[in-house]
């Protein structure tokens, strides 16, 4: 009872205080999405799949790639304020409590999700432009993207539990959490890249975040023509992240 | 049975060690007060004591419970009060305090009169709806407070409760604190570098570069100073000084430029000491013991001097 009490309590805690905080959202759904237009614009008609089948505008390439940097930025947003609220913040009093130190754990993640899946769904209603149609399944993309959020979002705590600046956060943001993203396949197919480049790729565990999200939102012949890992895999691999970084998340919480 | 029973806790940070073998017991509806000045180790005891992390050594209970392998238990019957508020400041005074009673297991009805009741007794009903970041200092302590209290702890542990409060909210503060012990029997900590806060406890705990240097009541703390304190300034303390000591055999310490003597009967030493240097002495005051006093007497320097 206790443990159901502890992590709603706490989930919407999270999502109160986003909705009282505008310009998060700004910044959490409005970066990506000048990201998208310009970048996609931009690279525009010159893009072509590695594959070799046919050709596809980059915006439309590019258009998962987004929603995952959505997940990434607000999943970041929203566990950086972990360093100040156990230092000198709300989570002081969160750790006195009588509640299992797993709903600190899951009311964080639960709630960064949640916050994740509204926006990305938010920037989904720019999917029949992108992609020429809607996804093939709205509930499957609705799962896919929240176990990638849940994954970042539990990959953001177990950074920023330890962390003993916000500063110290952003340094990891822009040289490990930015680049993760970018040699997901998010941006430019793995095919294209050179071979040492495809290897760090291969092993980055949000390639298959990205992969999976896309194959949510095509049909197999147009997952396969576009390339990527196999389906079966995407979502092993990202489901195995997610629960690994949850029980990672668990364990330093109940160490300190 | 004592409410916290604290024996021979030793941690450090690194190597530098925060608390040296400190061992003391807190009694039911006792005012307790950890005093010493910053980094004496005051808020490392704190700390181990609401249950955030366990000593390198040594035992504490709470309650007959061990923080170690009962922390839940702890938890339940302890209320804390940061020093630094643990208040959510974009959410209400009301939300707040509904977090916290979920937290606790509380919910529904029961938790809604708790949380009027409470918002009552500290009187910020009128608040319930404010955003905590609007509130001023005092009236956010006293949220903090509500909300260190909301489940009804048999023991409340406060950090330096005064920090930025002005003198009318401090006495607010220890007003409501005398009557949670007098009419509730709430044993309640507190930490603190302020003499006149700690010389409202019913017992004090002097802490030094983390060990004990004294405990007791304030006014048997303030007995053990052979009577009165005569501060004396001069054109020359040290000079003075030697010659104090040679013609009384008193032993005068000297603090910051001026010369600090217990005696029995001060005023009537003050007339001596007068006419025995003419010309050498500036000012002469004359005081009864306080608890800085006290620390002086048991580690030679003032409380203040090591920040």
Known sequence: MNFVLGTVTLWQRELVRFFRQRSRIAGALGTPLVFWLLLGSGVGQSFSLPTGSGTMDYMEYFFPGTVVMILLFTSIFSTISIIEDRKEGFLQAVLVAPTPRATIVLGKIAGSTSLALIQGMIFMVLAPFALGAAPRSIPLTIGVLALVAFGLTGLGYLIAWNMESTQGFHAIMNLFLIPMWLLSGAVFPIGGAPGWLQWVIRVNPLTYGVSAVRWSMYDAADYLAIGGPAPALALGVTSAFAGIMFVAALAVTIKR | ?307
């Not at chain 2, 020093?83 to 509380?106: A, C, Y």
């Not at chain 2, 920090?163 to 044993?187: F, N, S």
């Not at chain 2, 004090?204 to 300034?233: F, Y």
Request: aromatic letters at 4%.
């Open chain 2, 1 to 307: 049975m004592p409410v916290v029973d604290v024996r021979n806790v030793c941690h450090s940070y690194g190597a530098h060690p925060a608390l040296q073998d400190v061992s003391f017991a807190v009694e039911q509806a006792e005012i307790f007060a950890l005093l010493g000045p910053n980094g004496g180790g005051k808020t490392t005891l704190f700390r181990i004591l609401s249950t955030l992390f366990p000593p390198d050594r040594g035992s504490v209970r709470i309650f007959d419970a061990d923080i170690r392998t009962q922390a839940a238990e702890v938890r339940r019957n302890i209320g804390v009060v940061f020093q630094n508020p643990s208040l959510d400041g974009k959410l209400t005074v009301r939300e707040n305090l509904i977090h916290q009673g979920h937290l606790f297991g509380m919910h529904g009805r029961s938790l809604r009169t708790r949380i009027a009741a409470m918002m009552e007794h500290l009187r910020i009903a009128d608040r319930s709806g404010h955003l905590v970041q609007t509130l001023s200092g005092g009236l956010q302590r006293r949220v903090e407070l509500a909300k260190g209290l909301l489940h009804a702890p048999r023991l409340l542990i406060l950090d330096e409760p005064s920090a930025g409060l002005d003198p009318g909210a401090r006495h607010d503060l220890w007003e409501y604190l005398e009557r949670l012990r007098d009419e509730e029997q709430v044993t309640i900590l507190v930490t603190t570098h302020l003499i006149d806060e700690a010389d409202r406890a019913s017992r004090v705990l002097i802490l030094n570069k983390g060990t004990v240097v004294a405990t007791g009541s304030p006014h048997t703390l303030k007995q053990r100073i052979g009577g009165d304190i005569i501060a004396v300034t001069s054109v020359d303390a040290e000079r003075l000084r030697d010659r104090v000591a040679e013609k009384f055999g008193l032993q005068p310490a000297l603090l910051n430029g001026s010369l600090r003597i217990e005696k029995v009967d001060g005023h009537r030493f003050i007339a001596t000491l007068i006419e025995s240097f003419p010309g050498m002495i500036d000012t002469v005051t004359l005081s009864k013991p306080t608890l800085e006093d006290v620390f002086i007497d048991c580690t030679g320097h003032r409380l203040w001097e090591d920040e």
